[in-house]
């Protein structure tokens, strides 16, 4: 059974809405402030192997390395993190976060960093935002209820992307005018002030999590919670494909088309704060519409995500790149919130990190190697072409999971406080006490459902499905 996020009201007289409460409140600060450092570090990491003297491969290489741990740490991170305190996971991995990145910050500030040294630092990265992810999510679709959880992660999305632009816009100029040495430094600092925010979740409200059998029968139960639902694998099998190339168009691609035909660092920053702009735009959108076939409406937003890799492969002039930018970011946000809103109604609370990490573990998996493939395959077929391959193959595998009934079918339903998970609503009753208690659960919100329902997740300012 899914149990009740626990519901923490607000202080008579407050302004704050009814579903704002504490934690919701403290999540929503910590990532602005992870995200202002964040996606400034993205753009001085990129010049940060240029000015070393790396070429396109390197900066593949370096990508690769941050998101290699990811892929390999995500599952046994979502397991952790539906066992013992969330809000705990989440500052460890900031506290790692923050010393990987105050080292690599002085490493390029100090003398002349080796590529390999910049991998290995990344990839202490990219170690504690796999066992990160899962946690933060899990905690996020905890810390509300109600009908008004889709206008919760709306406004959650909202300040998230906020943060995107001012942190991607600041961190190009920062890039230009200080360095990428000053920048990661910067990112250091913000996951420090991050974690210490996320010290004080309250998680008292949170049922503690029944023993279970171990670290792998914890997963195990996940991957059923997960492989039982053919809307969602289906969507994390996509994303594999997409967010594989989107790595590799804004880690590498992006980039290096910017400084061969836009003049530089500032331009791509103003291009990705573009995106956030366009995030931002698509998060005011999703606090008042409520799609009742959120999945089929947000799989036809997926489409424009692959206008960016046709500009750059155009390649048009900053303000076209920057346009197509926008577009892209309202399209991915229609998705995100529809996507989170799924997860949110339809996986069992005590199982939302695991079934997070396996998402994020299949959206994730080809980044290692799309990234670190991304200067070969420049090489061989030329950096016009690749970007054109990029989007054919993005438009390909969203046209194809619009195929899936769950994907199209799948709607909006009153706010329940039970669900049960695919496994259980296909057991046989050992008592007359399961029988009446299966009886009261909602019937299935697509046509070809079990008899129980299925859906979704978000996070903090990954490649992924927020690009």
């Known amino acids: ?116 040294q910049m991998m290995v630092l990344t990839a202490l990265c990219g170690t504690g935002q796999a066992f990160f992810n899962p946690a933060a999510e899990g905690m996020l679709m905890a810390s509300v209820s109600g009908e ?110 910017a400084r061969a035909e836009l003049g530089g660092a500032r331009p791509w920053g103003i291009a990705l704060a573009a995106y956030g702009v366009g995030t931002l735009a698509g998060a005011v959108l999703m606090a008042r519409w409520k799609p009742r076939r959120m999945l089929f409406v947000g799989t036809l937003c997926v489409f424009p995500i692959a206008l960016p890799s046709a500009a750059l492969a155009v390649p048009l002039d900053a303000v076209g790149l920057t346009a197509a930018m926008f577009v892209s970011g309202v399209a991915v946000e229609v998705f995100g919130v529809s996507w989170m809103t799924a997860m949110h109604q339809e996986i069992p609370e005590e199982k939302l990190s695991r079934v997070s990490a396996y998402d994020w573990f299949g959206s994730t998996a080809l980044l290692p190697l799309t990234t670190a493939l991304a200067g070969p395959a420049e090489s061989a077929f030329g950096r016009s072409e690749a970007l054109w391959g990029a989007a054919a193959l993005m438009v390909l595998v969203t046209a194809l999971v619009l195929l899936v009934p769950d994907v199209r079918n799948l709607t909006r339903r009153p706010h329940t406080k039970e669900i049960v998970s695919p496994a259980t609503a296909t057991a046989p009753a050992s008592a007359s006490a399961s029988a009446s208690a299966t009886a009261s659960v909602p019937a299935p919100a697509t046509g070809s459902a079990p008899a129980a329902a299925p859906a979704s997740a978000d996070s903090e300012g990954a490649v992924r499905r927020d690009g």
Do not use: K
Not at 42 to 62: K, M, N, P
Not at 182 to 189: G, M, R, S
């Open 1 to 116: 059974m899914n149990s009740p996020a626990p519901t923490r009201r607000t202080p008579p007289g407050s302004r704050r809405p009814e579903w704002a409460g504490r934690n919701y409140v403290l999540l929503t600060a910590a990532t602005i402030v992870t995200n202002l450092g964040t996606h400034g570090a993205l753009i001085a990491t990129t010049w940060a192997v240029f000015e070393s003297g790396g070429d396109a491969g390197d900066v593949g290489l370096v990508a690769m390395a941050r998101f290699l741990p990811l892929v390999l740490f995500l599952l046994i991170g979502g397991a952790i993190a539906d066992r013992v305190p969330r809000h705990r996971v989440m500052v460890a991995a900031n506290t790692l976060n923050c010393v990987s990145q105050a080292l690599f910050a002085a490493l390029v500030l100090t003398g002349d960093p080796q590529i390999w």
């Open 148 to 257: 008004q959880a889709s206008r919760a992660f709306a406004v959650y999305r909202m300040a998230m992307h906020g943060a995107t632009i001012g942190g991607a816009a600041l961190g190009g100029a920062l890039v230009a005018f200080v360095g990428p040495g000053w920048v990661l430094l910067i990112d250091a600092v913000a996951f420090a002030v991050a974690g210490g925010l996320r010290a004080f979740l309250d998680v008292s409200g949170i049922p503690e999590r029944a023993p279970g059998g171990g670290l792998f029968a914890d997963l195990r139960e996940g991957w059923h919670e997960f492989i039982g639902r053919p809307w969602l694998w289906s969507i994390v099998a996509q994303f594999s494909v997409v967010v594989g190339l989107i790595g590799a168009v804004e880690s590498v691609y992006g980039p290096l088309v």
